[in-house]
């Protein structure tokens, strides 16, 4: 008998996308230890090392490159999944206030939207913090006096779905010390009443964080206790990466990231690119960390900087005024703020990822980058443009010509569009407008990335990708509205969720696609998403399995 290499294992499948050009499609992948050694086809013989080994054989339709997602927020979708992780039986004291998450995502009238905070009201302890949030629409809110009777001795804090604004009770406010006499702070505003004076408890942007001060946050052990369960859920998904674009400061995370890495390496199942706030790079600099530092697991990414709103809150950056008024959003940091950090990040060599969604936020990028010509950073990084969601043609080539990547969240078009259509109509040829971005892509060799922003949108990556290729919602039911050219194809798709993020984060040589000597991370779907002809495929595909450096940590 021959003895088994436990270091060696070969996984056969007649269908393994490969996403290389060399060898599109392969049947058998040997993999030793993390690494694959050698693939081929069916005709291909084996390679000595495979002797005597009982090959795996993959069941589903198809294997792919694992998922990357390249923009999500780790710490806000933990907090918000830990009711779901409760259920699980964690054994982790958790504070009152992070065992209930409401959400308002399906709420469509303020009535349903009281209706909610009520039952919360009855079973909640004095005190508690109330959290929550997911609407899409300011229309439906109730004002603070409102909560104040159901909620007059808890603190109420709930977010929209996209996490620019904020709807507070008077508690809330108390703890914050807001009043009809604080000022708006830089990069926010506190909605008043119409006299001018008192909060309505709607906040915007930077005027959220004096509330989002004031909630205790999680001890880090218990953040890294919490995150092998949010590790698993992603795998279930197929996801085998992340590019972490947290708002917040981040090192708490980063440090829960580290310490579970060093404690319980078997648990850590999704590799993450961290970026850092620019107070955060500042420290890290400092003390002669550089972007790039880390390994496959957890790395040092991008300078995250937060340039306007959404256009949900209606805080994204225009160039015209939203409608009845003369307000055109929010620059949450100076352009001329913007410049200097891109100029200083430039001559530091830190890949920047900056978070630009109105049409006029875009323009000012891309004008900045222009000015500075960045280079290609030592790291292997690249620079980054996070959202794009309404952007002129030139503005795109212009981005493109200074070597931007296009980083891009598909499953909010359905929602933009109708979003675009009645408050910035004259925008609606230029949202979301990937066919430029492919294009000028191409020409200037920059890529497409594709993320969720989970927990804002689902973490489904098949949901997203069906968005992309279809710009319709990925909900059962609803009949997408026919191809345009700004619809990307499956394959194009797919790169933008594998290869194109590995190499953004200057891993390409490492992760996105299969290939001797490169990690041996992949999923196996229950259907061929690349063959099937209806794009439905999408919504009916399941992972079946993920594997990550050639270990099973999912199987369906
Ligand atoms: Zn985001």
Request: aromatic share 8%; charged share 20%.
């Amino acid at each position: 008998m021959v003895k088994e290499n436990p270091l060696l294992k070969l996984f056969v499948h007649p269908k393994i996308y490969t996403l290389e050009d060399s060898l599109p499609m392969a049947q058998w992948m040997l993999v030793q230890g993390s690494t694959i050694l050698a693939m081929g086809q069916e005709k291909d013989p084996y390679p000595k090392e495979a002797n005597g080994l009982d090959p795996v054989e993959l069941q589903g339709g198809c294997v792919l490159p694992g998922f990357i997602d390249s923009h999500c927020h780790l710490h806000q979708y933990i907090y918000r999944h830990i009711p779901l992780m409760q259920n699980k039986k964690i054994n982790v004291a958790l504070p009152d206030s992070y065992k209930y998450w409401l959400d308002f995502s399906k709420v469509e009238s303020k009535e349903a939207f009281l209706e909610k905070l009520q039952k919360e009201a009855l079973s909640s302890k004095q005190g508690e913090w109330i959290l929550g949030g997911g609407w899409n629409n300011l229309e439906i809110l109730p004002h603070r006096e409102e909560l104040d009777r159901i909620f007059p001795y808890h603190p109420v804090f709930l977010k929209d779905a996209s996490l620019h604004s904020g709807l507070v009770n008077s508690q809330a406010l108390k703890l914050a010390e807001i009043n009809e006499s604080t000022h708006d702070p830089i990069g926010g505003r506190i909605d008043r009443d119409a006299q001018g004076f008192m909060p309505t408890g709607l906040l915007f942007e930077q005027a959220m964080n004096m509330v989002q001060k004031k909630i205790p946050t999680l001890p880090q052990k218990i953040l890294a206790l919490l995150l092998p369960e949010a590790m698993k859920y992603m795998n279930q998904y197929g996801i085998v990466g992340i590019h972490d674009m947290e708002n917040f400061d981040y090192y708490e995370i980063f440090s829960a990231l580290s310490w579970l890495l060093f404690q319980n390496p078997e648990e850590f199942t999704v590799r993450c690119l961290c970026s850092l706030t620019l107070e955060s790079w500042q420290k890290y600099l400092d003390i002669g960390k550089t972007p790039g530092m880390g390994n496959e697991m957890l790395r040092f990414g991008h300078l995250k900087l937060i340039y306007d709103g959404s256009l949900g809150a209606r805080t994204a950056y225009m160039n015209k005024p939203y409608p009845l008024s003369a307000y055109r959003g929010e620059e949450l940091v100076s352009r001329s703020e913007v410049r200097n950090t891109v100029k200083e990040a430039i001559r530091r060599n830190v890949p920047l990822a900056i978070h630009a969604i109105g049409d006029r936020a875009t323009q000012n990028i891309a004008e900045i980058f222009a000015e500075f010509h960045p280079n290609r950073l030592p790291c292997g990084m690249m620079h980054r443009i996070e959202h794009v969601q309404a952007a002129e043609t030139s503005v795109i080539e212009s981005l493109a010509k200074s070597g931007i990547a296009f980083s891009v969240q598909p499953i909010h078009i359905p929602s933009d569009l109708k979003s675009t259509a009645s408050l910035q109509p004259h925008l609606l040829a230029h949202t979301h407008a990937y066919r430029d971005m492919i294009d000028f892509g191409k020409q200037y060799n920059v890529p497409l990335i594709l993320g969720t922003d989970f927990p804002v949108a689902p973490i489904h990556p098949l949901w997203n990708i069906y968005s992309a290729v279809t710009r319709s919602s990925p909900v059962k039911g609803i009949k997408p509205s026919g191809k345009d050219k700004n619809c990307l194809t499956r394959k194009e798709a797919i790169e933008a969720y594998t290869s194109k993020p590995a190499r953004v984060a200057g891993e390409g040589a490492i992760k996105g696609s299969l290939c001797p000597g490169k990690l041996a991370d992949f999923i196996v779907l229950s259907h061929d998403i690349l063959q099937e002809e209806d794009d439905a495929v999408l919504l009916d595909a399941k992972t079946k399995a993920t594997y990550l450096g050639g270990k099973c940590v999912y199987q369906g």
